[in-house]
Structures are given as C-alpha cells and as structure tokens.
C-alpha cells in the first residue's frame, strides 16, 4: 500500500505533456507579465544568452584574425577566411557604394555569426540547462529559455535595428531634404496630389519588411524549438513495455533526424537574415 501511494503521488506530481511544453515555452523574466505585450518586463534568459554568444562569436573571429598567417591556413583559418569571402561578395553585389562596404561587410558578417550561434543553442538537449539552471538556484519550476532566436522580442530587436540603419543610410546617402522627398515622392510619382498615398505606402513598406524580417526568424527557431521538445516527450513516456520501448526508439531516430536537418534550418535562416539585412541596407542607397 505504501509503495502504491508513493507511485500514485510520484505520477501526480510528474508534468502533462501540455505543461511540459508550457513550462519550456516561458522565460525566466525580470517580473509579471501582465498581457501580451508588456514593455516593463525583460526576458533576462534571452539577453543573457544573446550577450553571452555575442561575445563568443566576436571571441572566434578574433582568435581567426589574431592566428591567420600567410601560409597554408588550418582548418579553422580556411573556414572563416571562406565565410568572410562569401559574405564580401554578397555585400559587393548588392551594397555599390565602396565606402559604406567597410561597414556594411563587417556588420553582415557579424549577424550572420550572431545569429547562427543563437540559433545553434536549439541543438543543446531540450531539458539541459533548464535542470542546470534550476539545481543552480534551488527551485524546481525554475523557468529558462536557451534560444534567443525563439524569443519575438529579441527577432523584433534585431529587425528594428536593421530598419534603424537602414534609416541612417537613407538619411546619409540622399540627404535628409533628399530622403524626405523621396517619402512623398515615390513610388505613384512627383505630383502634389499623390504625396499622402506615397507617404502612406512607404510607412506600409518599411513596416512590412521590419516585421516580416524578425517573425520569419523567430517562427522557424520557434517552430523547431517545439518539435524538439515534442520529441524529447517521446523519451520521457519510455517504459518496459513494447510501446514503451518503441517511443524510445523513436525518440532517438526523430532527434537525431531532425537535429541533422536543423543544422541546415539554423544555418539557412542565419543567412536569409543576413541576405535581407544587406538588400535593406542596398535598397537605401538607391534613389527613386
């Protein structure tokens, strides 16, 4: 009878698959939050790890810089020195102007490092830091979130600071006069009657790709996110019965599967940002 008791409360107290989910889907925060969006409250699991990796990616391209020689390069050196040649020539053939290259090249380079190493933080076994995170402070229910990239408010930070820059180099290359003309001018055309629909769709124009840059991030990192936590569900409903045995097996296939194929999704959404932040940038040297 005891040990009946002591299973039957061991069972009660083990999550449902939906709080599970929930539980890992919420971030270790600075406080309440009170509705859906609220701008007084800070996901502080999210700046860590994007600090945290920012400076782990500036650390390697150092260490890349500091170690290049002009001999036969290691592997490491072949690997940046082709990840700087690629994002060169992406940066020369959409951005023409020579001088804004000098920092549009370095800044691509640097977001795609940023993010892929945010993204890659999905690989990390779902249930690892939270239990790392959670003996470290004593409780149990202890919330965090590893994957920035999984956060709307961080994409949405990022895509903002691309509109920001975006805005500055309009500003820099056609004038403030130049760029403001531009605003009511383009793209119906230069006629006194047509500047607030111009204006308007400029405004839709610029909204558009700033959210559209950061949700496209953010839902595919979320939505892998998710399948690896459906999948680590299957690991933990293991038990020494065939079903039992077969969703262990299968959690094992389907990680492993889908790890592999998530190297290519983190991989590939790192550039699409960076290939959009560098048309954005393109687009604002370009008069209409």
Request: proline share 3%.
């Amino acid at each position: 009878m005891a040990a009946e008791g002591h299973a039957e409360s061991a069972n009660s107290a083990a999550p449902t698959a939906g709080e599970y989910i929930i539980h890992h889907l919420q971030h270790a925060q600075s406080g309440t939050q009170k509705g859906i969006v609220d701008f007084s409250v800070v996901n502080l699991d999210s700046i860590f790890f994007s600090v945290l990796l920012g400076l782990v990616g500036c650390f390697l391209l150092w260490r890349a810089a500091k170690a290049a020689t002009s001999g036969v390069p290691g592997r490491f050196q072949a690997a940046v020195e082709i990840l700087v040649e690629i994002v060169a020539d992406q940066a020369k053939g959409i951005v023409h102007n020579a001088e804004s290259r000098k920092l549009v090249a370095p800044l691509a380079l640097t977001v795609f490092v940023w993010i892929f190493l945010m993204n890659a933080m999905d690989l990390f076994p779902v249930d690892l830091f939270p239990w790392i995170w959670q003996n470290i402070v004593g409780d149990h229910h202890a919330k965090l979130r590893v994957v920035p990239t999984a956060d709307l408010s961080m994409t949405m930070g990022l895509s903002l600071g691309v509109l920001i820059t975006c805005l500055i180099y309009n500003v820099k290359m056609k004038g403030a006069g130049g760029w403001a003309h531009e605003l009511v001018a383009a793209p119906f055309g230069d006629k006194v009657y047509l500047y607030p629909v111009n204006l308007a769709m400029q405004l839709i124009e610029f909204i558009a790709k700033t959210v559209s840059h950061g949700m496209r991030l953010f839902g595919n990192m979320y939505a892998g996110e998710l399948i690896f936590m459906l999948i680590a569900l299957m690991g933990g409903a293991w038990s020494l019965s065939a079903t039992g045995v077969g969703l262990a097996i299968g959690h094992i296939i389907a990680g492993s599967v889908w790890a592999i194929f998530h190297i290519l999704i983190i991989t590939l959404q790192a550039f699409v940002f960076m290939m959009l932040t560098l048309v954005y940038i393109g687009q604002a040297h370009d008069a209409h």
